[in-house]
């Protein structure tokens, strides 16, 4: 199937919107990352931006390892 679609490196975590040949089924593709530029493994995330909270994966997103430092556990 060719269309566009959202998808999630697996190296660095950027979600990009690429038009690709892909089998729904499979969910993982491989294709090139346009930030760090490698031809890495790719989640399928979604067709709309409001996809990507119920598909993507949260290890690879930054935030999911941001820390509130200033709350003390006593």
């Known amino acids: 199937m060719d269309k566009k679609g959202y998808f999630q490196c ?3 975590g950027s979600i990009h919107r690429e038009k690709l040949s892909f089998n729904i089924e499979d969910v993982y593709t491989q294709a090139r990352c346009p930030r760090c530029r490698g031809e890495t493994k790719h989640l399928w995330v979604g067709d709309q931006p409001e ?4 598909y993507y994966d949260p290890v690879y997103d930054s935030r999911y390892y941001q820390y509130d430092k200033t709350i003390q556990n006593d």
């Open 51 to 54: 996809d990507w909270y119920l």
């Open 10 to 12: 697996q190296c660095c």
